[in-house]
C-alpha cells in the first residue's frame, strides 16, 4: 500500500516568514493530495489540495508543489501569522480507484509573534 | 462547518462498556470513512463505507465494527473498551452523486473517554 511521510515534524517560524512542510509518497498511482490544518481539539480543515496533471496550486498565501517523479509535495505559507499556529497533515489518494486516504504524521507549526 | 455531523460530542463510559458513536455525511456524499485519532497523535485510518457496502479496511481492532444505513448515515460500535480506546473520533465523507469523488469533509469529532 500507500507510504506517505511527512517532516519537520515541529516547525517554529517568526510571524511573517514563511514555513516549508514536506511529503513523500510511495506509490505512483496516487494522484490527489490534500492538505488538513488542525487547530487543538477541531477537526481537519481541508485548506488546498493538488491533483497530478499539476505542479502548482496557490491560494492566496498558501501554495502546494507536487514534484510526481521524485514523489513528493510541499505546503508553502508566505506571511505566516499566529493564526496559522495548528497541526498541518498531508494525504495521498488514489482519485476513481482507491479506498482509503494515506496520511502523513502531521507537522506542529507555532508562528511566533 | 463542513455539512458533516458527528453524536454524541463527547462520552465518557467505564472499561468494558460498549458506544456507538453516529455519523451523518454531507448531503449526498456516498462515502463515509472512520478515523481515530489519540492524544498527540495522526489520524488513524480505520474503516470506509461507500454507498452501504465496506470498502476499506484499516487499523480497525475486532472489537470495533462499523456499517453504513440505507439514508447513508453509518455507526461506529466499539465495544469491550478499554483505557487505550480512549482518543477523538473522526468521520469524514466525500464522494457526492455526480461530483468530485476524492475531496473529503472531516466532522466534529466525538471525544471518547474510558475510564
Known amino acids: 500500500g500507500e507510504n506517505v511521510e511527512q517532516h519537520p515534524s515541529t516547525l517554529s517560524v517568526q510571524e511573517g516568514d514563511s514555513a516549508v512542510i514536506k511529503c513523500t509518497y510511495s506509490?505512483?498511482?496516487?494522484?490527489?493530495f490534500p492538505w488538513y490544518k488542525q487547530e487543538l481539539g477541531k477537526r481537519p480543515q481541508l485548506i488546498i489540495d493538488?491533483?497530478?496533471?499539476?505542479g502548482e496550486k496557490k491560494d492566496q498565501r498558501i501554495a502546494v508543489t507536487l514534484n510526481k517523479t521524485a514523489k513528493h509535495f510541499s505546503l508553502h505559507i508566505t506571511e505566516t501569522q499566529p493564526e496559522d499556529s495548528a497541526v498541518y497533515f498531508c494525504a495521498a489518494f488514489q482519485a476513481n480507484t482507491g479506498n482509503q486516504f494515506y496520511f502523513g504524521t502531521g507537522t506542529s507549526l507555532t508562528v511566533i509573534p | 462547518d463542513s455539512g458533516v455531523t458527528q453524536t454524541p460530542k463527547h462520552l465518557i463510559t467505564a472499561t468494558g462498556q460498549r458506544v456507538t458513536l453516529r455519523c451523518s455525511p454531507r448531503?449526498?456524499?456516498?462515502?463515509v470513512y472512520w478515523y481515530q485519532q489519540s492524544l498527540d497523535q495522526g489520524l488513524q485510518f480505520l474503516i470506509q463505507y461507500y454507498n452501504g457496502e465496506e470498502r476499506a479496511k484499516g487499523n480497525i481492532l475486532e472489537r470495533f465494527s462499523a456499517q453504513q444505513f440505507p439514508d447513508l448515515h453509518s455507526e461506529l460500535n466499539l465495544s469491550s473498551l478499554e483505557l487505550g480506546d480512549s482518543a477523538l473520533y473522526f468521520c469524514?465523507?466525500?464522494?457526492?452523486?455526480?461530483?468530485?469523488?476524492?475531496?473529503?469533509?472531516f466532522g466534529p469529532g466525538t471525544r471518547l473517554l474510558v475510564l
Open positions: 506509490d505512483s498511482a496516487s494522484n490527489y
Open positions: 493538488i491533483r497530478s496533471n499539476v
Open positions: 469524514a465523507s466525500s464522494s457526492p452523486r455526480g461530483g468530485v469523488r476524492e475531496t473529503q469533509y
Open positions: 448531503s449526498g456524499d456516498l462515502s
